[in-house]
């Protein structure tokens, strides 16, 4: 029988297969790196558009903020005119309430009666004056008490000087009317002559 040697058909095919095994060996390493090199640069990609979006919100955040400040500070603004206007119209409510509280002095002041000095302190009143005797001071202040922009009227003191014209009184009055002063302490004093 003829002798046949496959050996070296075999070590050919054992080279082919180890020539293919590291062709695919390299293909897959091949493919790999390319799958990792796309994967990086999808993710590089994915990373630089967020962080690009991120800047673009940080910097809309502080355009928001500014403009928020602006509007707060037109808020106090608009408050400050607010409290300005209300202050104005306050005064301008109150403007005729000195004239009608002087003209309600004159009305309730009786006849031998004269005032050295009319003190106002917001809504508080203080009269000074003369008068030929107490009945008219008790007159002055029940004129005062039936009055309408002025109640309460309280006589701190009467006094007689002897050879004086009358007794000399001080006398504490409220304004019955709305708030004049604002509600601030505001002091008017005036004097008035002899009769």
């Not at 967020?50 to 910097?59: E, F, G």
């Not at 409510?93 to 031998?112: A, C, M, N, Y």
Request: some cysteine; overall charge neutral; charged content about 20%.
């Amino acid at each position: 029988m003829p002798r046949i040697n496959l050996l070296p058909w075999r070590d050919a095919q054992r080279k082919e297969r180890k020539l293919k095994f590291m062709v695919a060996m390299g293909g897959a390493a091949v493919c790999a790196f390319v799958v990792t090199g796309g994967v990086y640069l999808l993710y590089s990609a994915m990373i630089d558009a967020q962080d690009a979006r991120n800047q673009m919100l940080t910097q809309q955040i502080k355009i928001l903020d500014r403009q928020i400040e602006e509007i707060n500070d037109l808020e106090q603004t608009k408050a400050q005119f607010i409290a300005r206007m209300q202050i104005i119209e306050k005064l301008q409510r109150s403007r005729p309430e000195i004239v009608h509280l002087f003209d309600q002095i004159v009305k309730t002041l009786p006849d031998g009666v004269y005032l050295t000095g009319v003190t106002q302190n917001g809504e508080h009143l203080k009269f000074t004056g003369v008068a030929q005797s107490s009945t008219r001071v008790s007159a002055f202040m029940r004129n005062i008490d039936s009055s309408q922009w002025m109640k309460n009227p309280t006589l701190e003191v009467i006094q007689s000087a002897p050879g004086a014209f009358g007794s000399s009184f001080t006398l504490d009055a409220d304004e019955a009317a709305g708030d004049a002063g604002g509600g601030a302490d505001a002091t008017a004093v005036a004097n008035a002559g002899s009769p």
